[in-house]
């Protein structure tokens, strides 16, 4: 089967398992667990930052960083495709007692000026208070499209003015950065928080970091621990997490260049309405009126494709490391024929 339904399928490379057996190990809740600390301290540093969380998951580094910097009764700004919103089970108000206000666009970024829109006045008993602006870069449900980084410095002088924290989720921020060549440090000194997943296009099985300042992430300890996420000898795993980030960056460039070739593909087939291709790894397709996706599906599984229903009429598909050039090649000639 070629599954193109996540980057999140993949599954350890023999290398990677290698590099995870022969790890030391140690109780992560004392401190002493030497693989999570050096990929904590990897990421900080590559990010130019203080310091950093290891958690169970993309999620739960959210979710911390929302908790850290709101109080109940606040508000968040994001955009109403953000995963913190879609995909979190409702944790910001769960987790939190915060609610949000959501920015509408076409794939996810938004501007300086939408924000400034809205913020609540704070002198208004009415309003809630805005304390935070969270940004997906790459934007999930967007097809993977990126942020400029221009308009994220616009939004951080905003926050500055305003007094507000700056959060974003880069689940897959290294796609961004090798799509646009630039470097982690450039994206540390714009946020207050940033999180980050090993476990989807890096490779890794598990894993997620917040990276911050020493005193948020101080107090993200205390609220990884109330999450129920501080774990014992995670080495194991964290191990995972330093194979990916020491050699599965670069190659994200080979994804990219495998969804551009899928994307061209879908749009050779008459079946397909609309595609939107943000530059990365996800391609998000509209199929033309009267196609129901789930039938879609069932007819690209009998070709040995799997993909995501992403609505009624819309499939999401996600080129990763563990599909091949050969792979990409099948599927493409399969999806331009159908
Ligand atoms: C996958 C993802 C996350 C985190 O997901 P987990 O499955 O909890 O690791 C967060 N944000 C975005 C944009 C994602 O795609």
């Given at each position: ?7 999140t ?13 022969n ?18 301290a ?21 979710q911390?960083?929302?908790?850290v ?57 009415h ?19 990126c ?10 002088e905003?926050?500055?003015?305003r ?26 000194t714009l ?20 990276i ?6 101080r107090q ?62 996800i391609?998000?397709?509209t ?17 040995g ?11 999401r ?11 990409i ?10």
């Amino acid at each position: 089967m070629i599954d193109l339904r996540s980057d999140t399928v993949t599954k350890p490379s023999a290398g990677m398992l290698d590099f995870m057996m022969n790890t030391g190990v140690g109780d992560m809740v004392f401190g002493e667990d030497p693989a999570v600390n050096e990929l904590e301290a990897m990421a900080a540093d590559m990010f130019g930052m203080e310091a950093a969380l290891y958690c169970p998951s993309g999620t739960m580094t959210n979710q911390i960083a929302i908790n850290v910097h709101t109080r109940p009764g606040d508000e968040v700004i994001c955009s109403h495709m953000a995963h913190i919103y879609l995909f979190e089970g409702g944790g910001v108000a769960f987790n939190s007692g915060a609610s949000v206000a959501l920015i509408q666009s076409e794939n996810g970024t938004f501007s300086a000026e939408d924000v400034r829109q809205h913020i609540n006045n704070p002198d208004d008993p009415h309003k809630a208070y805005t304390r935070l602006v969270e940004i997906e870069n790459t934007v999930n449900r967007g097809a993977g499209a990126c942020w400029d980084f221009n308009e994220m410095v616009r939004i951080r002088e905003l926050c500055d003015q305003r007094h507000l924290g700056y959060h974003l989720d880069g689940a897959r921020l290294f796609n961004a950065l090798v799509k646009d060549g630039m470097k982690p440090e450039e994206y540390g000194t714009l946020f207050d928080s940033i999180s980050i997943c090993l476990s989807k296009g890096l490779g890794a099985p598990v894993g997620s970091l917040l990276i911050g300042n020493r005193d948020f992430i101080r107090q993200g300890a205390r609220v990884r621990k109330l999450f129920g996420g501080a774990m014992r000898q995670a080495g194991y795993i964290a191990a995972a997490g330093i194979y990916a980030l020491k050699n599965n960056v670069e190659r994200l460039a080979d994804d990219h260049r495998n969804a551009a070739a899928i994307a061209e593909a879908l749009k050779q087939n008459s079946l397909t309405e609309k595609v939107n291709y943000g530059g990365t790894n996800i391609v998000i397709f509209t199929l033309r009126p009267g196609m129901k996706a789930s039938d879609y599906l069932e007819k690209i599984r009998a070709r040995g494709i799997l993909a995501l229903k992403t609505g009624e009429r819309s499939i999401r598909m996600v080129t990763h490391l563990d599909v091949s050039d050969a792979q990409i090649r099948e599927a493409c000639d399969i999806l331009a024929t159908l």
